[in-house]
């Protein structure tokens, strides 16, 4: 045995050894930048290093990489996480995420009522299930990261078809195994459009008992709200029941206020959240900044005309008394559902976005893309109604719309708020391409530079540091993603650098394929996807796993 000292003097050598060894080099080093760190706290200027797709060093970051990048004061932020997608099947088609990437998004979150999984296999999609999903998105590869929800209207139409009744104890255990099942492929809890049927049939025990599985795997619960108009209090009411019901997490999503009449009731909607809050619910929201939303034009029809899906709905359209009793109840100034014609008020507040491509074309309507409808009606010689059943008899129910049903000070004094994360609802569409199609929401274009643009330089509603917040920190928290939305050693390395001056959305509701100007740069996982405004191509976006994945 050697004496002690011998032992001592080994390890000291070692020490030094150890100590004159130089650093590997940086993958990535960013200098001169204003670090906007995503806590909300001030920013500081400096660099930050990247190795091996983490944060290796914030502040005064100095030594060899293998690439530089020479901010000049511009603003590094975290990489914005959007944390209301529907880019399930668009980054599939296109894995570059073109109109997210260029907004400074790194991580999408996708999955609301209708989720990728649970479904049957079909001859172009030879998936069932989030791991067949999941493996599919890996292999084609993604420029973005990206975490799903289960969709509990997708469930049940997997287990009950479309129909307007409660479900059987049989049916419900199949569909509480159904997300048992997926909480263990990596989903990352629960998610409803309550205004969308089946979903809109599901009363609310039911949504309780498929959302324990989910909070026992640690997952979330998020919801469109069954109401956001008349009845917006049942709304959010119903959402904290299923928060306390089940003892999970709530996450609104796009938090509003619809129709002139409720203008003004923002106030009353914190008022509901944050005594929840008080009483210990986590409950929190996101947003969108515009005063329009985007649906379908079917969300104008009742919900019993909608049992037994879109051929269902266009038979009854095409029955003369049948299609009396829905005018007649479109008109009901006190409807007993979330009525998209009533939150409107007139024809004119609703803008047709896109119709299906071909059927749009075989049939004529086509050419209305970007038309409010009772511009659109009169063109035709139409009553507006006829008009909008006739349309979407043609085009099998699929028409998209634009809606004008939201008031400007509501939506400011929402982006005040603590807990109201930026989210666009919106999709990774292109300027060019298969993407390209209809007139869609600008929103899918411009969210997180409007927000910097509009609402922080412009109109000061938030400080820029807040506003990083909402888009990175914030949301990272609300979705208890523990590895990102922060620039802090360790962290994955989603970056976004941009031009506090200039940054801007360039999407209008009249020609929203526009990118947004400002963002020069956008890394995600280490790897430069975004440089000095070009895509390089680069796909390094990894699917984030849920909680109760492989448990």
Same mark, same amino acid.
Request: one cysteine or more; proline letters at 5%; charged letters at 20%.
């Given at each position: 045995?050697?004496?002690?000292?011998?032992v001592?003097?080994v390890?000291?050598?070692?020490?030094?050894l150890?100590?004159q060894?130089p650093?590997?080099?940086l993958?990535?080093?960013?200098t001169?930048?204003r670090?906007?760190d995503?806590?909300g706290g001030p920013?500081v200027?400096?660099?930050?290093g990247?190795?091996?797709?983490?944060?290796?060093?914030v502040? $005064?970051?100095?030594?060899?990489a293998a690439?530089?990048?020479?901010?000049h004061?511009?603003a590094?932020a975290?990489?914005?996480?959007?944390?209301?997608?529907?880019?399930?099947?668009?980054?599939l088609t296109?894995?570059n995420?073109?109109?997210?990437i260029?907004q400074?998004?790194t991580?999408e979150?996708?999955?609301?009522s209708g989720?990728?999984?649970?479904?049957?296999?079909?001859?172009?999609?030879?998936?069932?299930?989030?791991?067949?999903?999941?493996?599919?998105?890996?292999?084609?590869k993604?420029?973005v990261n990206?975490l799903?929800?289960?969709g509990l209207g997708?469930?049940r139409?997997?287990?009950?078809?479309?129909?307007?009744?409660?479900?059987?104890s049989?049916?419900?255990?199949?569909?509480?195994?159904?997300?048992?099942?997926?909480?263990?492929?990596?989903?990352y809890?629960?998610?409803t459009?309550?205004?969308?049927?089946?979903?809109?049939?599901?009363?609310?025990d039911?949504?309780?008992?498929?959302?324990?599985?989910?909070?026992?795997?640690?997952?979330?619960?998020?919801s469109?709200?069954?109401?956001d108009?008349?009845k917006?209090r049942e709304?959010?009411?119903?959402?904290?029941?299923?928060?306390?019901g089940?003892h999970?997490?709530?996450?609104?999503?796009?938090?509003?206020?619809t129709?002139a009449?409720n203008?003004?009731?923002m106030k009353e909607?914190?008022?509901?959240v944050e005594?929840?809050?008080? $009483?210990?619910?986590e409950?929190s929201?996101?947003q969108?900044?515009?005063?329009?939303s985007s649906?379908?034009?079917m969300q104008t029809?009742?919900?019993?005309?909608h049992?037994?899906?879109?051929?269902?709905l266009?038979?009854r359209l095409?029955?003369p008394a049948?299609?009396?009793r829905?005018?007649k109840?479109?008109?009901?100034?006190?409807?007993s559902w979330?009525? $998209?014609l009533?939150?409107?008020?007139t024809?004119?507040?609703?803008q047709i976005?896109?119709l299906?491509?071909?059927?749009?074309?075989?049939?004529?309507?086509?050419?209305f893309?970007g038309?409010r409808?009772?511009?659109?009606?009169k063109?035709m010689?139409?009553?507006p109604?006829d008009?909008?059943?006739e349309?979407?008899i043609?085009?099998?129910?699929?028409?998209?719309?634009?809606?004008?049903?939201i008031?400007e000070?509501?939506?400011?004094?929402?982006?005040?708020?603590?807990?109201?994360?930026?989210g666009?609802d919106?999709?990774?569409?292109?300027?060019s391409?298969?993407?390209?199609?209809?007139?869609?929401?600008?929103?899918?274009?411009?969210?997180f530079?409007r927000?910097l643009?509009k609402?922080?330089?412009e109109e000061h509603?938030?400080s820029?540091?807040?506003?990083?917040?909402?888009?990175?920190?914030?949301?990272?928290s609300?979705?208890?993603?523990?590895? $990102?939305g922060?620039?802090?050693d360790?962290?994955?390395?989603?970056?976004?650098?941009?031009?506090?001056a200039?940054?801007?959305d360039?999407?209008t509701?009249?020609?929203p394929f526009?990118y947004?100007?400002?963002?020069?740069?956008v890394?995600v996982?280490?790897?430069v996807?975004?440089?000095?405004?070009?895509?390089?191509?680069?796909?390094?976006?990894v699917?984030?796993r849920?909680r109760g994945?492989?448990?």
């Amino acid at each position: 045995m050697k004496p002690l000292h011998v032992v001592a003097a080994v390890l000291g050598a070692c020490i030094t050894l150890a100590a004159q060894q130089p650093a590997r080099p940086l993958d990535l080093l960013i200098t001169n930048a204003r670090i906007i760190d995503g806590t909300g706290g001030p920013s500081v200027a400096g660099s930050v290093g990247v190795r091996d797709g983490r944060i290796a060093g914030v502040g $005064r970051v100095t030594g060899a990489a293998a690439r530089t990048i020479d901010a000049h004061g511009l603003a590094l932020a975290p990489g914005f996480i959007d944390p209301h997608s529907h880019s399930d099947y668009a980054l599939l088609t296109d894995g570059n995420a073109e109109s997210k990437i260029r907004q400074g998004v790194t991580t999408e979150v996708i999955g609301e009522s209708g989720s990728v999984a649970p479904q049957r296999p079909t001859a172009a999609r030879n998936w069932s299930d989030f791991a067949g999903y999941f493996a599919a998105v890996e292999k084609s590869k993604i420029s973005v990261n990206l975490l799903s929800y289960i969709g509990l209207g997708q469930v049940r139409e997997y287990v009950m078809g479309n129909e307007e009744r409660a479900p059987t104890s049989d049916e419900l255990a199949k569909m509480t195994a159904l997300v048992a099942d997926a909480m263990k492929q990596g989903a990352y809890g629960t998610a409803t459009g309550l205004i969308y049927t089946p979903n809109a049939y599901a009363k609310t025990d039911e949504l309780i008992a498929l959302s324990k599985p989910a909070a026992a795997a640690g997952g979330l619960y998020v919801s469109h709200l069954r109401y956001d108009g008349d009845k917006l209090r049942e709304g959010l009411e119903e959402a904290i029941a299923v928060g306390e019901g089940a003892h999970i997490p709530v996450q609104v999503l796009h938090i509003k206020v619809t129709g002139a009449k409720n203008f003004g009731r923002m106030k009353e909607v914190i008022s509901i959240v944050e005594a929840a809050q008080k $009483r210990g619910v986590e409950i929190s929201a996101n947003q969108y900044p515009y005063v329009a939303s985007s649906t379908g034009l079917m969300q104008t029809i009742p919900p019993w005309a909608h049992e037994g899906g879109n051929a269902k709905l266009v038979a009854r359209l095409k029955d003369p008394a049948t299609r009396e009793r829905i005018r007649k109840e479109m008109d009901d100034p006190n409807p007993s559902w979330e009525n $998209r014609l009533i939150s409107a008020g007139t024809w004119h507040n609703v803008q047709i976005a896109s119709l299906p491509s071909r059927t749009g074309m075989e049939t004529g309507y086509k050419r209305f893309e970007g038309w409010r409808v009772d511009d659109a009606a009169k063109e035709m010689g139409k009553d507006p109604y006829d008009f909008v059943f006739e349309m979407l008899i043609a085009n099998g129910g699929s028409v998209s719309c634009v809606w004008f049903i939201i008031d400007e000070t509501d939506l400011k004094l929402a982006m005040r708020q603590p807990w109201v994360s930026i989210g666009s609802d919106g999709s990774a569409l292109a300027t060019s391409g298969p993407l390209r199609t209809g007139v869609p929401h600008p929103r899918n274009f411009g969210t997180f530079p409007r927000v910097l643009g509009k609402y922080v330089r412009e109109e000061h509603v938030i400080s820029l540091e807040q506003a990083v917040h909402k888009m990175s920190g914030l949301t990272a928290s609300q979705l208890h993603i523990k590895d $990102r939305g922060l620039i802090k050693d360790g962290m994955a390395a989603d970056l976004v650098m941009f031009d506090p001056a200039t940054v801007a959305d360039r999407a209008t509701f009249t020609d929203p394929f526009q990118y947004p100007a400002g963002i020069s740069s956008v890394i995600v996982n280490g790897q430069v996807v975004l440089d000095n405004g070009r895509h390089t191509g680069a796909r390094p976006g990894v699917v984030i796993r849920g909680r109760g994945h492989g448990a």
